[in-house]
């Protein structure tokens, strides 16, 4: 005789219950907010559900926090697959004379931070070839401690080298969501960043929508190490 509480699959558990109910969604928001506004770093939805109680869902809660947010002088971002607390862009201006620039970037610097941008994951050589001149390490270096770029995987090639790619602080100091959002060159140009000749590391167009970006190769995966 099989036991009434059985699920019917074989070696599946069932879902763990608790002897207390899920707080409410309003204090599940408090929670979340509580969590992203003591946070120096951008948290992931997983992370926020691992410090609240069991039945919570950070993900509802903080749909429902962006919402509450908007229009008001910080908002509820996503950063690469975290969420943080973040100035409304419009009143960025109120900060400036609080921003210290403590350094500049030297051009090598940013053709290569360009480069490993636009064509992410990239290894040393290749960022070396789009240049058309050697990369030092001091320009890498500065990158890393920066921590706007950090190592991707191992591209699986004769040597094994490794990538680069941009990392969630690059794209919170710059307020995207991903790479993907990066402008395109006719953005680049209309804002005088860019001259009419292609720019290293952008690439020249290919067709006639200068924005498009290319897709990635469908066996590109298969060229890198987990």
Request: with cysteine; charged share 30%; net charge negative.
């Amino acid at each position: 005789m099989s036991d009434p509480e059985d699920t019917g699959d074989a070696g599946t558990e069932r879902p763990r219950e608790s002897l207390f109910a899920a707080p409410v969604m309003a204090e599940q928001e408090r929670m979340v907010e509580a969590m992203l506004f003591a946070s120096a770093t951008p948290m992931t939805a997983r992370a926020l559900n691992d410090r609240m109680p069991h039945g919570c869902d950070a993900a509802e809660a903080l749909v429902h926090l962006q919402k509450r947010y908007e229009g008001r002088g910080v908002r509820v971002v996503r950063v690469g697959d975290g969420w943080a607390i973040r100035t409304a862009p419009d009143l960025g201006f109120l900060m400036r004379e609080e921003t210290v620039e403590t350094r500049k970037l030297s051009r090598a610097a940013i053709e290569t931070l360009a480069i490993i941008a636009y064509h992410q994951p990239v290894t040393r050589a290749e960022i070396e070839e789009i240049r058309g001149v050697s990369v030092s390490r001091g320009t890498v270096d500065q990158l890393i401690e920066m921590e706007w770029i950090r190592f991707g995987r191992r591209k699986m090639t004769p040597g094994r080298p490794v990538t680069f790619v941009v990392t969630e602080t690059f794209l919170d100091h710059f307020g995207l969501e991903s790479a993907r959002d990066l402008p395109g060159l006719k953005e680049l140009r209309a804002a005088g960043l860019l001259e009419s000749r292609p720019a290293p590391g952008l690439g020249a167009p290919t067709g006639p929508d200068e924005d498009a970006a290319e897709e990635p190769d469908s066996g590109q995966s298969e060229l890198f190490e987990d």
